[in-house]
């Protein structure tokens, strides 16, 4: 079977990828980069999200041999131009700071009426083939910051988006309901015909 390499080395979301790619039909077998410890971790020095998951994969492929997969993503709110963006994961300094950056981002935000508080998720999927062959393809979902994070699922600041159309916020999902509408599964979603072009 052929292997797909994913460019993560984060378990939560290889799971999360290996669950929205299987539900998508993809029959490949994944593996995550932390099984390619020699491997080492990109810089993210691209200014978008698809330069970033491009940089990813293309750095895996060409380590590994294998087909590569990556993404990049982020929180976009409307009323700070973007930003986070591309810097979601260390908005506090220091990158993966869950707590930290959310709790930031809600400071900045603390006198922000609701009719102001729209944001979206936005991620860039990309694959990577080792002859430098690449596709990328992006996702979004859009949604209403809270005052308070509320939920214990998910990661990163889904526990203060609320989609648009639900009453709760992404942490407060099922992770299947989250893959159905959540930036990263219409990504991934949008790239599975671009592997099954290119690997059969």
């Known amino acids: 079977m052929q292997r797909l390499v994913l460019a993560t080395r984060n378990a939560h979301k290889v799971t999360e990828l290996q669950a929205i790619l299987h ?11 932390d099984q390619y410890p020699h491997v080492p971790d990109v ?7 698809a330069a970033n998951a491009l940089l990813k994969a293309h750095a895996l492929a060409e380590a590994t041999g294998l087909p590569a997969v990556a993404d990049d993503s982020g929180l976009c709110v409307d009323v700070l131009g ?8 260390r908005w506090a300094g220091r990158h993966g700071e869950d707590r930290a950056n959310l709790d930031l981002l809600l400071a ?3 006198d922000i009426g609701d009719e102001h508080r729209a944001a979206h998720f936005a991620c860039a999927a990309a694959l990577a083939l080792p002859d430098g062959t690449e596709r990328v393809v992006e996702g979004r979902l859009r949604g209403t910051l809270r005052h308070s994070p509320a939920g214990d699922g998910g990661f990163g600041y889904d526990p203060i988006l609320q989609p648009d159309g639900e009453t709760r916020t992404c942490a407060e999902l099922s992770a299947a309901e ?11 979603r949008g790239l599975v015909p671009q592997v099954r072009e290119l690997l059969g």
């Open 82 to 89: 973007g930003a986070p963006g591309i810097f979601s994961a």
């Open 43 to 49: 810089r993210e020095t691209g200014v978008t999200f």
């Open 108 to 110: 900045q935000l603390a």
């Open 178 to 188: 989250k893959n159905a509408i959540s930036h990263r599964g219409e990504a991934f």
């Open 23 to 33: 539900d998508a039909g993809l029959r490949l077998e994944l593996a995550g980069a």
